[in-house]
């Protein structure tokens, strides 16, 4: 039988204070389940494939190079995403050194379900052969099958690149 990942709140009402004995063997399992975690994670390790399609519009970051650890989320290199399996609160976050277009300065947001969201941040690459590093993070209340992307756009350019080379994504269940 497979276990429901529950809420805090769902497990406050679900134990109550058990004084008619009424905790059942299922919400025990359902508690364990969902103290246990969800976390998936991305990352790219020296990467040094240029990604061209950088301009004024938001594209998706599709250098992700493997999938990390993981447990009741799945993270997709191949698809350059992580998909919840659970709904709650989550702690997502981005840390990523790139190299870029001389001069531009750069947008970065993780997107839900490939619409903008609000977990975003901004680096300015300065000279070629510059390597910058961001990180942006916050916590975004997902349902389970949503899916996170990081995305990127320049302020003014058209046809900017950047080379992701060691880059993280992670997203971890808090509530």
């Known amino acids: ?81 992580i998909t919840a399996t659970s709904a709650g609160d989550y702690l997502v976050a981005t840390s990523l050194s ?3 277009t001389s001069s531009e300065t750069f947008t970065f947001n993780i997107h839900v379900d490939q619409s903008e969201g609000i977990i975003q941040t901004i680096r300015k690459i300065g000279t070629a052969g510059d390597v910058g590093t961001t990180v942006c993070f916050g916590i975004l209340t997902l349902t389970a099958g949503q899916q996170l992307e990081v995305y990127c756009k320049s302020a003014v350019g058209t046809g900017d690149s950047i080379t992701m080379q060691d880059c993280h994504f992670v997203a971890v269940r808090i509530g």
């Open 98 to 100: 790139f190299a870029g």
């Open 1 to 81: 039988m497979a276990q429901a990942t529950k809420t805090r709140a769902q497990l406050i009402t679900d134990y109550g204070d058990n004084t008619t004995g009424a905790i059942s063997p299922e919400d025990l399992r359902n508690g364990l389940v969902s103290w246990m975690g969800c976390y998936a994670h991305l990352y790219t390790k020296t990467g040094s494939t240029a990604q061209a399609t950088i301009d004024t519009t938001f594209a998706k970051i599709t250098g992700w190079a493997t999938a990390g650890v993981a447990d009741d989320a799945v993270p997709s290199a191949a698809n350059d995403r």
